[in-house]
């Protein structure tokens, strides 16, 4: 298993301010996710972060709104830039490991006001 | 497309009164079809993956069943630290990324 350390774990921001959100997992891992929950929907995929290259990600996110970082086989970072209310979710960070369990983190739980 | 749906919605359950939740999926090339358990506020928990047809996994009182087209959660005698959210996710030729269905609300009563 991975035990997954996810920071801030909620966080109230002021609109047109960005968010940096850390994941950090206890193990090498070589699939790290992050999806966004919006208030009472189900998961939707934001990106792939790949170790040391650009993110891939999904239809519906670009990169200047949600970059990605991801500088080894432990640590990533999502930012939620120039944020409005629309925003305000539950952020996760999630990890595959050996292709075969995916493990989420606790999430952060972000209000936009 | 692929697409994934979970029925029913919502169950609200007695203690004791054993039900089924229903995963229906078309997944092009299934890697996988993972079950989660998520609490509100919470992250979702993993429970289970299952791999082809046939495969079956327990754990507690909860069994997952896997079929070409469709996965069961089987809840038996349940208790009220079951309600939850459940939620699967099957993992098609995108390597690595889940889909998501909307979830089964379970709620189970004294």
């Known amino acids: 298993s991975a035990v997954i350390s996810q920071k801030p774990s909620r966080d109230i921001c002021q609109r047109g301010t960005s968010l940096t959100i850390q994941c950090q997992v206890d193990s090498q891992v070589t699939m790290m996710f992050w999806y966004r929950q919006q208030p009472g929907q189900s998961l939707t995929l934001i990106a792939t972060a790949n170790q040391g290259s650009e993110a891939t990600y999904e239809s519906g996110f670009v990169i200047d709104k949600f970059p990605i970082s991801r500088p080894n086989l432990t640590f990533s970072t999502l930012t939620v830039s120039n944020m409005s209310p629309e925003d305000s979710s539950i952020y996760l960070c999630?990890?595959?490991?050996?292709?075969?369990?995916?493990?989420f983190g606790q999430g952060t739980r972000l209000t936009v006001v | 497309e692929d697409q994934v749906t979970q029925s029913p919605e919502a169950l609200r359950l007695q203690e004791g009164e054993s039900s089924s939740l229903n995963c229906s999926y078309t997944v092009s090339g299934l890697r996988g079809l993972f079950w989660y358990r998520q609490d509100p506020g919470k992250g979702p928990e993993f429970l289970f993956t299952?791999?082809?047809a046939g495969e079956e996994k327990e754990k507690e009182r909860l069994k997952a069943t896997l079929t070409k087209k469709e996965s069961f959660l089987h809840i038996t005698a349940p208790k009220p630290e079951d309600s939850a959210t459940y939620l699967c996710a099957p993992r098609g030729d995108s390597w690595g990324k889940l889909q998501f269905g909307a979830g089964t609300q379970v709620v189970v009563t004294p």
């Open positions: 299952l791999y082809s």
């Open positions: 999630s990890v595959l490991t050996e292709y075969t369990e995916a493990f």
